[in-house]
């Protein structure tokens, strides 16, 4: 459910046609929406006459040619597509590779899909792209990716289709990258403003997308590294989890409990302190009092307590790097 406030996707479809206008010269996807019409309900296969009609070298529904390259496509490409459009028609993945075997472009492969069954698709474009920040180890997969937000934020904000989304979506992001829109527009300045001051399921899923790309490192210092210069403060809390982590390692290898009773009754991990005490011999004095320092300094940022600068951070990161390496692995 949405709070109140929050940003509308269904104000941004509203504005599409308008926004459009400005950047596309009045696009008319519906009208390629009845063109694919015998397409989408399995009456034809796809063939080089749907080709023709997102090309649209007569600009009588947009301006393909401005944004994409239609490879040549010969007809014996057309025939290995024959039956995917029939009902039922196979998933997204199927759909998509196999397009994309003949039209060499996700993008292009992402209009076919979006006219033929505008409840199901959208359009990836790089504005949508970078909005979301969409990512893939593949051309389809990465579409895959896109199609799965597009239906998470459907049912958030009561769509019928993804297209519909999608289209949203395209306005945010023209709006979010256009200065005269954003100063000079009132709506759309009001847009702006409570897209970057309030939470929404957009930037949610953009974090997510960024996040998990730096996740495949799959080790807290680099990850930390990463944040020293953008935010020092979250790379000293995310290099303290890496304290907290070899400590556990090295009392697991040592016989010891990572867990404790609390004061509550409850099991719980135990403190970084505790497991420092039950590791001084493993460990040695120099270590032990280095890592309760490194942990302080970072428990001093994380509260707010002491101001912790850049240079420490990238010091703590090093230092725990050549720790792990010599007592842990």
Not at 158 to 183: C, K, P, Q, Y
Request: with cysteine; net charge positive; hydrophobic share 35%.
């Amino acid at each position: 459910m949405l709070e109140s406030g929050a940003l509308q996707l269904r104000q941004l479809r509203d504005l599409f046609p308008r926004i459009s206008e400005l950047a596309l010269g009045k696009p008319n996807l519906e009208k390629i929406e009845e063109e694919f019409k015998p397409l989408s309900r399995g009456e034809e296969e796809f063939s080089h006459k749907h080709v023709e009609i997102l090309k649209d070298e007569e600009h009588r529904y947009w301006s393909f040619l401005s944004w994409w390259r239609m490879p040549t496509i010969k007809q014996e490409e057309i025939n290995n597509l024959k039956g995917l459009f029939k009902i039922p028609r196979p998933g997204v993945e199927m759909s998509a590779r196999c397009l994309f075997t003949v039209l060499k472009n996700i993008e292009i492969v992402s209009c076919v899909l979006r006219f033929t069954d505008p409840i199901s698709y959208g359009i990836l474009s790089p504005p949508v792209e970078n909005l979301l920040n969409v990512r893939g180890s593949t051309p389809w997969e990465k579409y895959i990716n896109y199609v799965e937000a597009l239906r998470k934020l459907r049912i958030e904000h009561g769509f019928a289709r993804n297209a519909d989304v999608d289209m949203a979506l395209w306005t945010l992001a023209h709006i979010l990258n256009s200065a005269e829109l954003r100063n000079s527009d009132r709506e759309c300045k009001e847009i702006v403003d409570n897209y970057y001051k309030k939470p929404n399921l957009i930037k949610r899923i953009a974090a997510k997308n960024s996040l998990e790309q730096f996740l495949d490192e799959k080790d807290y210092l680099n990850i930390a590294d990463m944040f020293v210069e953008s935010d020092h403060a979250i790379a000293a809390f995310i290099a303290g989890r890496e304290i907290e982590r070899n400590l556990r390692k090295l009392c697991m290898r040592q016989g010891y409990r990572t867990k404790e009773v609390g004061p509550d009754g409850f099991e719980r991990n135990k403190t970084v302190s505790t497991m420092l005490n039950e590791l001084e011999n493993t460990l040695g004095r120099d270590d032990k009092r280095q890592l309760k320092a490194w942990y302080r300094r970072r428990s001093d940022i994380v509260h707010d307590r002491k101001q912790v600068t850049v240079k420490e951070v990238e010091a703590i990161i090093v230092g725990l790097r050549e720790f792990r390496d010599r007592k842990v692995r």
